[in-house]
């Protein structure tokens, strides 16, 4: 730590007046104490995760119109889920984007940004659960579509010819299949990887920003057309009462996504609300639809007095058809609910419930059965400052109202620090 802290401090020195430098860190880690399930190998468990090793520069010049941006970040793995597999540690990762603003009116940037351009999802994405997702006390999957209990696992035969059977495949729905979660950010449910290029906003007048990425980089010689078809075209109105984002992203589905956003309010606010509308177009099966989804989500944060709050998000897909098979995919929906209760200024409780439902007509897939699951998660949070110590339970069920249906449960703790 000493070496690296002398290193910062002389590129900072390097540097000189020409740009200031920010450095700042994270650390996010987690234990298991014991986890087990009610189905088959019912043994008790442990596990553990260093899930975040995160080192952030900043760089900006006197005049502002010159900086860059980097993240440095690795990991172990695969975490704290139960049924997720033994230790591994996982190579660095760089991130980054240079970016130049000439005047008021126009910024640009190359490179890359994971938390992603022109996010529009307010509340309902990793601000949810905040460190209690990384410390992965709480199970954050519901935005990103790792882990969480509103995705289930079909076990399939590998091949994708109907005479045969159909194959292993993740199925369900996420906060970010309504709401726009930028681009360069990594979508990791009906998705691809994230995107690198050129990313550009242009600003009128003060309200209205006219935003743009192009994947350059990441579809680096690829035919022009796929290129420029894979764009994100957006427009901001960020107004008194609120912002309203309109967005086409070329790279979701299969043939784009738009989405609509309205949200008001911001994280420290008594009342924040964030609506989100959008229509995926897939024209072949590869991320397990055919023809036109559509997803609507609501997120609402309420702060009921200075020590009581509520955070819930509700989102629902529905329309295309499932897989190889001319069959109507299943209406879906999830509710997470998270009211909090500050006991004094270092000690929060939480209570995290939420249900998900898969309804279907699809014989073949659990025997016609529709999957009903749900979750129920207490935890509290130990703070000081821009550190956190967690302590939960985690209680939820997977495939429920099928004959493949599981109860799990987990006992895990977490430290969370920001530096």
Request: proline content about 4%; overall charge negative; glycine content about 16%.
């Amino acid at each position: 730590m000493k070496r690296l802290i002398a290193v910062a401090a002389a590129l900072t020195l390097a540097a000189g007046s020409a740009f200031a430098v920010d450095f700042t860190g994270q650390i996010h880690s987690g234990v298991t104490l014991m986890h087990g399930n009610d189905g088959p190998g019912d043994d008790i468990y442990a596990g553990g995760h260093m899930g975040r090793f995160r080192l952030q520069t900043a760089a900006e010049n006197e005049e502002g119109t010159f900086g860059a941006w980097l993240r440095i970040q690795g990991g172990t793995g695969p975490g704290v889920e139960p049924n997720a597999g033994g230790f591994s540690a996982y190579e660095l990762g760089v991130t980054g984007h240079t970016w130049w603003r000439p005047s008021e009116m126009f910024w640009m940037a190359i490179g890359t940004h994971p938390d992603g351009f022109f996010n529009a999802e307010g509340g309902t994405g990793w601000q949810f659960y905040r460190s209690a997702g990384d410390a992965r006390v709480a199970n954050a999957g519901n935005f990103n579509g790792v882990g969480g209990y509103a995705q289930f696992s079909i076990p399939g035969t590998g091949d994708p010819d109907p005479d045969y059977g159909f194959p292993d495949a993740t199925f369900g729905i996420r906060t970010r299949d309504a709401f726009f979660s930028g681009f360069g950010c990594a979508n990791r449910l009906h998705a691809g990887a994230a995107e690198w290029g050129l990313a550009f906003t242009i600003s009128p007048i003060d309200i209205l920003n006219l935003n743009f990425g192009i994947p350059f980089i990441s579809r680096a010689n690829e035919p022009f057309g796929d290129v420029f078809g894979a764009l994100t075209a957006q427009l901001e109105l960020n107004l008194d009462f609120g912002r309203i984002v309109i967005t086409y992203d070329g790279h979701r589905a299969t043939d784009g996504a738009i989405f609509a956003y309205f949200g008001m309010g911001g994280a420290d606010d008594d009342l924040r609300l964030d609506i989100g509308l959008s229509a995926h177009l897939y024209d072949n099966h590869e991320s397990g639809f055919d023809g036109l989804r559509m997803y609507a989500g609501l997120g609402l944060g309420l702060g009921i007095s200075d020590d009581i709050g509520l955070r819930t998000r509700l989102v629902a897909g529905f329309g295309g058809e499932a897989w190889e098979f001319d069959e109507d995919a299943p209406f879906s929906v999830f509710l997470d609910l998270l009211p909090f209760f500050r006991v004094n200024d270092n000690l929060t409780a939480f209570v995290s419930l939420g249900m998900a439902l898969h309804a279907h007509d699809i014989d073949y897939l659990f025997g016609g059965d529709n999957v009903f699951d749900f979750h129920i998660n207490p935890y509290l949070e130990i703070s000081s400052g821009p550190a956190s110590f967690f302590a939960g339970f985690r209680l939820w069920s997977e495939r429920g109202g099928t004959d493949d249906s599981v109860m799990r449960w987990a006992v895990p703790i977490g430290i969370t620090i920001n530096f």
